[in-house]
């Protein structure tokens, strides 16, 4: 069976920071409980012209010039978001027509947060078996559309941003992808929650929006516990069916949603900070976006290098959570 790897890794972030400060404009909270409470310092805006296909392009033309590929050389884009640029088509036909991958399929994936290692599993899956050959996975998140900007509780916490990877055979001895684990819950739905917008709220009336229904609800107590519980014990059952403990990993990508979080997933885990990339300060958390965001820019910076372990975790709405594993 052929083995999947990352052929090619991009990203690309709009240039609009909205700082803490800015937030303090906007609604009652200061920049020092936003990042005591969450690590966060600032996180990018899209403008109103960009949809997530808009910003999904340059990601996937930097991780196809890294992968040294041509758009025609791709077989399937999976594009992973839970804020398409439109119900129909997916935003996978918008980013396919934006680079020109005329020969692809294409469609869109949403587990919310945790979208990358969704897609992750489902790329490899498609290359191991033979049926597709090169696998464009591109995962955007235009958070700054479906936040309640009124609500100082959920609207500190989000950013916009995209990230893209070309998964391909693995060449040259690699192992590439080692392993997926992704679960979900849907008896928690409730925890993050879009209500309108969707086909149980549809057409959207003037009233639900007065009541920020088109806009993202979340517990945010209920979500910080699950998730601390959820990130740790799929990333051991992961290690745990591929014979590996934690010492065997190089550098783990958690999700960025709070870094609160990420060190108390650390400290359960016993994996010391200087191998875990944080990028929660600067982005906030762009959904599924955080993880190959934060994945191009230490491949780019040289920090991840050939035979790095890779254990990359995520957890969001759904709920949905999973890990993946990879030797670089
Ligand atoms: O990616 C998807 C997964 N998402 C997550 O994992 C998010 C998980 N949750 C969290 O990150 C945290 O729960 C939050 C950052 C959302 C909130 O932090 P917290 O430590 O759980 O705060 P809290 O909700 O318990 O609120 C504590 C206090 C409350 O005031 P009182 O009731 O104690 O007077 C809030 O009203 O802080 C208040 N508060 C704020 N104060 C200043 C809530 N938001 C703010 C704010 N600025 N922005």
């Known amino acids: 069976m052929t083995r999947s790897a990352i052929l090619g890794t991009g990203s690309y972030v709009p240039e609009k920071v909205l700082t803490n400060a800015d937030l303090e404009k906007m609604v009652d909270t200061s920049d020092q409980w936003i990042r005591e409470r ?139 992808v080692i392993d997926s684990l992704v679960r979900s819950d849907g008896r928690e739905a409730e925890l993050i929650y879009i209500a309108g917008s969707g086909s149980r709220l549809s057409p959207i009336t003037p009233q639900a929006v007065q009541n920020h229904d088109h806009t993202l609800k979340m517990k945010g107590q209920g979500t910080f516990k699950t998730a601390v519980r959820c990130f740790t014990d799929v990333c051991v059952e992961t290690l745990d069916r591929n014979g590996m403990k934690l010492s065997d990993v190089d550098v783990f990508i958690p999700h960025q949603a709070n870094l609160r979080i990420i060190e108390a997933v650390a400290k359960r885990l016993r994996l010391s900070m200087d191998r875990i990339i944080v990028t929660v300060d600067k982005y906030g958390n762009m959904s599924s976006a955080t993880i190959p965001v934060a994945l191009d820019e230490w491949v780019r910076e040289g920090r991840i290098r050939r035979g790095d372990h890779v254990l990359m975790a995520a957890f969001g709405g759904g709920l949905t959570w999973g890990a993946s594993l990879i030797e670089w």
């Open 38 to 176: 969450t690590g966060i310092r600032e996180r990018r805006v899209a403008g109103p012209e960009l949809a997530a296909s808009d910003l999904g392009v340059p990601a996937a033309r930097n991780a196809l010039e890294a992968a040294g590929m041509d758009p025609n050389d791709i077989d399937l884009i999976i594009f992973t978001t839970l804020t398409p640029d439109t119900m129909c088509p997916a935003a996978a036909c918008w980013l396919q027509a934006g680079i020109g991958a005329n020969k692809a399929a294409a469609f869109d994936l949403n587990a919310a947060c945790s979208g990358f290692i969704y897609g992750l599993q489902a790329a490899d899956a498609y290359v191991r078996s033979g049926l597709m050959r090169n696998v464009l996975l591109v995962s955007v998140d235009v958070m700054t559309r479906v936040i309640d900007w009124s609500d100082r509780g959920t609207c500190i916490l989000w950013g916009d941003g995209a990230g893209a990877v070309v998964l391909g055979a693995a060449r040259d001895g690699r192992k590439g």
